[in-house]
């Protein structure tokens, strides 16, 4: 049986987390901690995701918790998962992270040496077909035809654009031999002049309570392609972190995404192989 410990417990996600590892006959809730100060603090984890007790309580600290579990969940927030991991990795524990907005992943790609960690922009199993599928597109069609990502998020959401579409962004610059840094077009406003060759568009919206949804747009003289993926629930995010969690503790040190999950790289590699 996993022992898994969530960090943000009584945060949209973690709630979620709760609720789908409640229903796994592999992985048990071992541990749920919150921010020091936090009104859920020495609450009942379950009570605190809408479940009957569980009889775990929140902590305020991972250090309280993380003697009891082998692998830690994190969708928090940078500054929180880099201070987790910092702990984890000294602790030997494995880590999946699902944190957006970390600007910095140095400090992350040091502890993935000596430690277990998969961190991906998106734990969606559909998003991350999306993301094997955009880039097979790209690479037949991208140098004929313009490329760009719509993405769509709830009226909370802090970072802009999300993690995704950065990632489907990078997916696509990839293709084309591209630098997304150089390309990127975050805004569109006056009179701009024609549409490049080279850009690739990522424009954002926000509005209520969208749980996420992506489109990635090919336009061709004559026709259009789209590749769309909208998520109903944040349970598709808890079940792909879920399974991640599950992959890991087979892995060795190293950090891993979720297209290692998925055995995604594998299939590319003998594509073009």
Not at 132 to 160: N, P, Q, S, W
Request: aromatic share 4%; proline share 3%; charged share 25%.
């Amino acid at each position: 049986m996993i022992k898994a410990i969530v960090a943000g417990a009584a945060g949209r996600m973690g709630q979620r987390l709760i609720h789908v590892i409640q229903q796994s006959p592999d992985i048990n809730l071992a541990g749920a901690f919150e921010r020091p100060g936090h009104p859920a603090v020495g609450k009942d984890a379950g009570q605190m995701a809408g479940l009957d007790k569980l009889g775990l309580e929140i902590r305020p600290s991972l250090e309280d918790v993380i003697a009891d579990g082998d692998v830690i969940i994190d969708f928090t927030a940078p500054e929180a998962t880099l201070a987790n991991i910092r702990l984890a990795a000294k602790r030997g524990l494995a880590m999946v992270i699902g944190t957006t907005g970390l600007a910095d992943l140095s400090e992350i790609k040091e502890h993935g040496r000596t430690m277990r960690c998969v961190l991906a922009p998106n734990f969606s199993i559909g998003v991350n077909v999306m993301f094997y599928v955009t880039g097979l597109i790209a690479g037949i069609v991208g140098r004929d035809f313009d490329m760009e990502i719509l993405e769509v998020h709830h009226r909370l959401k802090k970072d802009a654009p999300s993690g995704t579409a950065l990632q489907l962004g990078r997916i696509l610059a990839q293709a084309v031999d591209r630098n997304l840094d150089e390309v990127a077009v975050y805004e569109r406003r006056g009179l701009i002049g024609q549409r490049s060759d080279e850009e690739i568009g990522l424009q954002t919206l926000r509005a209520g309570d969208i749980v996420g949804e992506h489109t990635v747009m090919f336009g061709g003289q004559g026709e259009r392609l789209e590749v769309i993926h909208r998520a109903h629930s944040r349970d598709n995010f808890a079940q792909g972190a879920l399974r991640a969690a599950k992959w890991l503790l087979n892995q060795g040190p190293g950090l891993y995404d979720m297209q290692d999950v998925l055995g995604l790289k594998e299939q590319r590699t003998k594509e073009k192989g």
